[in-house]
């Protein structure tokens, strides 16, 4: 079972997303920042630190969104959602190798492929 947690940032009525590439998963689909929780980690600190790690960014998480779970191949996966605010720097791309694109959406025009999980977050914001 791989654990992972991500966040959901909106300001302003726009979601930021990131394209992802040369991942095992959800390749070329417009994702929230998050990614596997480490060994000895809580949740909510390993989806702090994707955020710094792949966006350069402070955030400060506000609202549990759930818990989404899937299966791929032999991987089995839940991936913990919160609603986070940004609250030092600017979001940058910071994995170049990981991410082509890093971009502010509105909320009513989101981005094709968007990955599920990043659905079901939005989802359980009222999106």
């Given at each position: 079972?791989?654990?992972?947690?991500?966040?959901?940032?909106?300001?302003?009525g726009k979601v930021?997303?990131?394209?992802?590439?040369?991942?095992?998963?959800?390749?070329?689909?417009?994702?929230?920042?998050?990614?596997?929780?480490?060994?000895?980690?809580?949740?909510?600190?390993?989806?702090?630190?994707?955020?710094?790690?792949?966006?350069?960014?402070?955030?400060?998480?506000k609202k549990n969104?759930?818990?989404?779970?899937?299966?791929?191949?032999?991987?089995?996966?839940?991936?913990?959602?919160?609603?986070?605010?940004?609250?030092?720097?600017?979001?940058?791309?910071?994995?170049?190798?990981?991410?082509?694109?890093?971009?502010?959406?509105?909320?009513?025009?989101?981005?094709?492929?968007?990955?599920?999980?990043?659905?079901?977050?939005?989802?359980?914001?009222?999106?």
């Amino acid at each position: 079972m791989i654990i992972g947690g991500g966040c959901i940032i909106i300001s302003g009525g726009k979601v930021l997303l990131m394209k992802r590439k040369n991942v095992k998963f959800f390749n070329n689909q417009w994702s929230n920042p998050g990614g596997k929780i480490e060994e000895g980690e809580t949740i909510k600190n390993g989806i702090v630190r994707e955020a710094k790690e792949e966006l350069g960014i402070i955030i400060s998480l506000k609202k549990n969104l759930g818990v989404y779970k899937w299966k791929i191949e032999e991987a089995e996966e839940e991936f913990s959602g919160y609603e986070a605010e940004i609250t030092e720097g600017e979001p940058k791309i910071m994995e170049l190798h990981k991410c082509e694109a890093l971009e502010w959406f509105d909320i009513n025009n989101l981005p094709h492929p968007l990955a599920p999980y990043t659905a079901y977050y939005l989802k359980n914001l009222g999106y």
